[in-house]
């Protein structure tokens, strides 16, 4: 396996600011235009869901799914499926994606909150936030309390994708991991920022497994576990520029 570590933690970190991208395209599917509210109360879910659709399946190029900014976006545990017929995917975070509250998770599945399934060609964008609301997970955690737990659910997980790239997010208080990226291949994240308190339980930044050709840099990980967890099946992998604390820094959690 071959793993390259150049992990710079600064005490005073100056962002660099960077132009948000232009969306050079007319194949723009808006969620506000499928009906959705943004008033995070709200279920915009299917609204979500019917964007997606039309966006996936368009044959007019790159698509780019649209989240506007100035509002606040509650999802309910959501798959974006693929594969799609567009020749990639677009998705513009500029406002925030709010989890649901615990209550409203009965009947559905607990592992994961939003997942990105067998899609080729995603960007998915900033500068806005996906928050998991995670404050009313964490004293329940089964870390705290094995005999009598909630199991938590992932944030954002990336599933079997390939050709991916992140950039300019935030990912905050995540009930469990952050973000998961699980047998995917050419995955390229930088500038994202990814914050939990420093007694969170098990809110780790990234875990990768089953993944090769992987990059991370210019980022800030700041959570309540490890920072990057790196699992069984993982390869190629180079983290460059990563600003790490609190938490259990960088892992190498794959069997010798």
Not at 2 to 25: M, W, Y
Not at 67 to 96: D, E, R
Not at 173 to 181: E, F, M, T, V, Y
Request: glycine share 10%.
């Amino acid at each position: 396996m071959d793993i390259i570590f150049s992990i710079v933690v600064l005490l005073s970190l100056q962002r660099i600011g960077h132009a948000r991208s232009i969306i050079d395209s007319t194949n723009v599917f808006s969620v506000d235009a499928y009906g959705a509210v943004g008033d995070g109360k709200t279920d915009d879910s299917q609204a979500f869901l019917k964007a997606w659709k039309d966006a996936c399946g368009s044959k007019d190029g790159v698509s780019t799914l649209s989240i506007p900014s100035g509002k606040t976006f509650l999802l309910k545990p959501i798959t974006f499926s693929g594969p799609c017929q567009a020749a990639g995917i677009h998705v513009q975070i500029l406002g925030t994606i709010q989890a649901p509250q615990q209550s409203e998770w009965s009947g559905v599945d607990p592992d994961m909150w939003i997942m990105f399934r067998e899609i080729s060609g995603l960007n998915l964008e900033g500068p806005g936030t996906i928050d998991g609301s995670g404050s009313q997970w964490w004293p329940k955690s089964c870390k705290h309390s094995p005999k009598a737990c909630l199991q938590a659910p992932t944030q954002l997980v990336m599933m079997g994708c390939s050709h991916i790239q992140m950039s300019h997010l935030k990912l905050v208080n995540s009930p469990r991991n952050h973000l998961s990226i699980a047998s995917c291949d050419n995955v390229v994240m930088n500038d994202l920022t990814i914050t939990a308190p420093g007694d969170s339980p098990n809110t780790d930044g990234i875990d990768i497994s089953n993944s090769k050709s992987i990059v991370l840099s210019n980022s800030i990980i700041a959570t309540g576990d490890d920072c990057v967890a790196i699992n069984s099946g993982t390869s190629d992998l180079n983290i460059t520029g990563v600003a790490c604390g609190p938490g259990h820094g960088i892992r190498n959690l794959q069997s010798k």
